[in-house]
Nanobody
């Protein structure tokens, strides 16, 4: 079955950086677009970034453009998110999901992973 395991979160000061990883299994990773989504405290899921199946096209939510970079390693079945210049409003639990477009990722019927907590503060 599909399994998505996120890691790499932590506590970081504003302006700092983190690199998130998602280990995928149970499906042919290289055949699917993938996304990162997040859930801030008390809020719903928010799509953050997506990458198409071949890695040639990436998309970002406006508030993270120029600060976050999504990438994939099909040899390792791994999705990554490099996050730079982090802001307090980036604080959330981050999840990876199948799907390149926001509608695909947010409506995914795959079991969600445990997510990884990112906290930006002093």
């Amino acid at each position: 079955q599909v399994q998505l395991v996120e890691s790499g979160g932590g506590l970081v000061q504003p302006g700092g950086s983190l690199r998130l990883s998602c280990a995928a299994s149970g499906f042919v990773f290289r055949s699917y677009g993938m996304s990162w989504v997040r859930q801030a405290p008390g809020k719903g899921l928010e799509w953050v970034s997506g990458i198409n199946w071949i890695g040639s096209n990436t998309r970002y939510e406006d508030s993270v453009k120029g600060r976050f970079t999504i990438s994939r390693d099909d040899a390792k079945n791994t999705l990554s998110l490099q996050m730079n210049n982090l802001k307090p409003e980036d604080t959330a639990v981050y999840y990876c999901a199948r799907g390149f477009r926001p509608s695909e990722a947010l409506s995914s019927r795959d079991p969600w992973g445990q997510g990884t907590q990112v906290t930006v503060g002093t």
